[in-house]
């Protein structure tokens, strides 16, 4: 039944709200892996802020820092300026992640959300290579500004722009038509043939896994390919690792199993740490060639994100993070797995991996029937894909395993409910 209280946000708020649609309670509290409404109703949080809060809410060690740090009158607001909580957070960025993994890449600070730092990364392969078309891939999402919408593959959220949205080419994502058309060759023909009408892009923007556009994983050996042609034709590779990255697919970068190094990353959501706003670009040196000021932001120098950011990073000082991230991967792997099996029903099949899993059904309305009846439950999940027919698990990488096959049980009740065959729940 839908909260007195929500009456405030229907007569006051905009149309384009949808989370509230989707979770009709107001929430007022939240701790690790869980939330409370204003009723006092626990909820058991797998949804994380759309893979914002991949630490969980309210992390006691970035809470106190950040306390201590608005307690002592330092800097908030600070453009692009010095200042000791961005140093703090270059330094411990530097040698916690990217040296432990030989990487070398400048940090460009773009504006505080997922979309600025696609827009900036789109700009630069631009300016780098002095080309302008991009080639994106079906089902990807970059964002909701007009560049990060033109490589967005979602026929709504593109509509949405209001005009044609130009110079950017889609192509087959690994597996789109099926697992007999290797999509990379049918890609490189198009480069290769004069008459394509397909003309060498600045680059090739894409998610080695796919959040919004249905949880879709490409295997390894695709995302290399992708970075051989990419080197072949003189292309940067742009990994958005805004939603898969921080942990999020098993290890800090999605890309990093792949063995592959991208020309850019962008990151956002989960970089602060603590929900707060921050991205990044990281940007290979040789490819730096901004001019001072050429794209800035008011709020680039979020210096409490700085905080909680760097504290953040100490979860992955050693490798006993990365370690717990797996096992409890394989626990989601595990009950997805048993779930399509026991109930044919659902006709599922098990998408993505690490902590971005989730299960896609053809028939219509049920992926979303089963996170409505979750959400009765005491469970928040959203779906994905573009008809929506993937109920999606991202609980926080923090998650104790007990809050894990809660949300199971949660979840497994919820299908059984809505299939045509009843099962027993597993105990």
């Known amino acids: 039944m839908v909260n007195h209280d929500l009456k405030i946000f ?10 509230v649609r989707s979770f009709p309670t107001v929430f007022k509290k939240a701790k690790g892996y869980k939330m409370w409404d204003i009723n006092g109703k626990e909820y058991l949080d797998f949804f994380a802020g759309a893979g914002a809060l991949n630490y969980g809410h309210n992390d006691e060690k970035m809470k106190q820092k950040l306390v201590e740090y608005i307690m002592s009158d330092s800097i908030t607001h600070s453009l692009d300026m010095a ?25 460009m600070f773009p504006g505080p959300t997922g979309t600025n730092t696609v827009e900036s990364a789109l700009k630069l392969a631009r300016k780098v290579t002095g080309r302008t078309n991009v080639i994106s891939f079906t089902n990807g999402f970059h964002g909701m500004t007009i560049g990060a919408l033109s490589v967005t593959g979602n026929a709504m959220k593109r509509k949405g722009a209001g005009i044609p949205l130009q110079h950017v080419v889609t192509m087959p994502y690994d597996n789109f038509v099926s697992e007999s058309l290797d999509t990379v060759e049918y890609l490189e023909r198009f480069l290769e043939d004069n008459g394509s009408g ?38 940067l590779l742009i990994v958005d690792d805004v939603q898969a990255g921080v942990g999020r697919t098993g290890t800090f970068f999605s890309f990093e199993k792949a063995g592959i190094t991208p020309d850019i990353v962008c990151l956002s959501k989960s970089i602060s740490g603590y929900g707060l706003p921050l991205a990044l670009t990281l940007i290979k040196p040789e490819l730096d060639i901004w001019s001072p000021g050429e794209h800035n932001g008011t709020f680039r120098g979020n210096n409490v994100a700085f ?39 659902l006709k599922g099949e098990v998408k993505g991996r690490g902590f971005m899993q989730g299960v896609s059904t053809p028939i219509e309305g049920l992926a ?56 027993p729940v597993a105990n």
């Open 83 to 107: 200042t000791e909580a961005k140093g703090n957070f270059l330094k411990k960025f530097n040698e916690v992640i990217l040296k432990p993994r030989n990487l070398n890449y400048k940090v």
């Open 198 to 235: 397909v003309e060498i892009p600045a680059a090739m923007i894409l998610e080695t896994v796919q959040g919004e556009g249905g949880v879709n994983a490409a295997n390894f050996e695709w995302l290399q390919r992708i970075e051989a042609v990419c080197k072949r034709w003189g292309i």
């Open 307 to 345: 905080v909680t950011a760097t504290e953040a990073l100490t979860y992955w000082e050693d490798d006993t993070f990365e370690k717990s991230i797996a096992k409890k991967s394989e626990m989601i792997t595990e009950f997805l797995t048993n779930i399509v099996k026991k109930y044919p029903e």
């Open 368 to 423: 979303s029937s089963i996170a409505a009846k979750a959400f009765e439950q005491g469970l928040i999940m959203e779906t994905a894909g573009p008809e929506d027919e993937v109920f999606k698990l991202f609980p926080p990488l923090t998650i104790s395993e007990e809050g894990l096959e809660k949300g199971f049980k949660i979840i497994e009740e919820s299908v059984q409910s809505l299939v045509s065959t009843k099962h």
């Open 10 to 19: 229907e007569e006051l708020e905009s149309n384009v709200r949808s989370y």
